[in-house]
């Protein structure tokens, strides 16, 4: 079974400052890992998909690196903003099925 | 473009009673699967389909039922609701193993 890890469990840090957000998985046997914003009361936004092959992805003010081999993926949040405060969540995709494993996720706080 | 729609947003029911949470996509998206989320355990799979007419267990599936008629609707049913059940539920759906998956805005649940 899938066990997905996500530290820090919860973040806080003055605006302007980068977010790295880190995500461990036990099976690497993965076709790709998708990242997720949760913001209080709502459902989950993707964010980025990150396929096996790929390093890399990014969108915007986020990177997202995967290190498939060693079962690491990493979200990088450039000049954070009061607006990203919210939960993110890494859900790696294992080979040839639909099902994701959700990790905990790290509540970020950005301070104005 | 809706997107994954859930109906109702809240509601409350006393032990016992049974329910159905709705689930609707137009995204023709063929894998569709039901969540709860519970403070500290992160998002647990209930269910879950690859299509129309089939339906298939996920890591906690005991007191609900689900069915598939259509590629839109996915409906999530309490069959005699207990105060475990108590919840957050998100349907999500996905195109393919490879496209990232859309979640709804989730229905909170309370049982008294």
């Known amino acids: 079974k899938q066990e997905v890890t996500q530290i820090p469990a919860a973040l806080s840090v003055p605006e302007g400052e980068n977010l790295v957000l880190n995500c461990s998985f036990t099976d690497s046997a993965i076709y790709n890992l998708q990242w997720f914003r949760q913001d209080p009361g709502k459902g989950l936004t993707s964010l980025l998909l990150i396929q096996s092959s790929q390093r890399e992805q990014t969108s915007g003010r986020l990177n997202a690196s995967l290190d498939k081999s060693s079962g690491r993926s990493t979200l990088y949040i450039a000049a954070s903003q009061p607006g990203d405060s919210a939960t993110y969540l890494c859900?790696?995709?294992?080979?040839?099925?639909?099902?994701?494993?959700f990790g905990a996720g790290t509540t970020v706080t950005v301070r104005a | 473009n809706a997107g994954v729609t859930q109906t109702p947003k809240f509601q409350v029911l006393k032990t016992g009673q049974s329910m159905t949470l709705q689930c609707a996509q137009d995204?023709?998206?063929?894998?569709m699967s039901w969540y709860r989320q519970d403070p500290g355990m992160g998002l647990r799979l209930i269910h879950y389909s690859v299509g129309a007419g089939i339906t298939d267990q996920g890591e906690v599936p005991n007191g609900y039922n689900v069915s598939r008629s259509t590629t839109e609707d996915f409906p999530l049913r309490l069959l005699s609701a207990a105060p475990s059940q108590t919840s957050v539920y998100f349907c999500?759906?996905?195109?393919?193993?490879?496209?990232?998956?859309?979640f709804g805005d989730g229905t909170r649940l309370s049982i008294l």
């Open positions: 995204m023709n998206h063929e894998y």
């Open positions: 999500a759906s996905r195109a393919g193993v490879v496209q990232p998956q859309h």
């Open positions: 859900a790696p995709g294992p080979a040839g099925d639909y099902k994701l494993s």
